[in-house]
């Protein structure tokens, strides 16, 4: 296994960040009325994994790695949140939230798995 020297190392991360991209695709097609509400809401929380995670890899003791890798989960569940009312108000198709929360699934066990030894 290769030694693990900077967040770009990490699996967790490359994968928050694939699910990023997939979700700003998605909201792509999104009306324009949601530009500054749903859209941006989504994309702010989305994004904010993968910031968390490289924040938190930065960080000294495990306590403060924790904190940052919990808000990381944390933001992944409410883009599950915006993804499910997305779906609900038909901005998003149901194939299209069947992969896109396949990807939130991954992302979780990571996330789960690396805190694990954290706690």
């Known amino acids: 296994m290769a ?3 900077s967040f770009e190392d990490l699996e967790v991360w490359r994968k928050a960040q694939d699910w990023a991209v997939s979700v700003y695709r998605v909201t792509k097609k999104f009306p324009s009325e ?8 989504i994309r702010r ?4 994994i993968s910031a968390n995670i490289s924040e938190g890899f930065g960080r000294q003791t495990k306590k403060d ?4 890798f919990v808000i990381a989960y944390g933001s992944a569940l409410e883009t599950k949140n915006f993804l499910y009312l997305a779906n609900r108000l038909d901005y998003v198709n149901d194939d299209e939230l069947s992969e896109l929360l396949k990807e939130s699934v991954s992302v979780q066990k990571l996330l789960n798995a690396f805190m694990r030894p954290l706690r």
Do not use: W, Y
């Open 65 to 68: 790695k924790l904190h940052f």
């Open 45 to 48: 929380s989305v994004s904010s």
């Open 3 to 5: 030694r693990i020297e």
């Open 34 to 41: 949601e530009r500054f509400g749903l859209t941006s809401q």
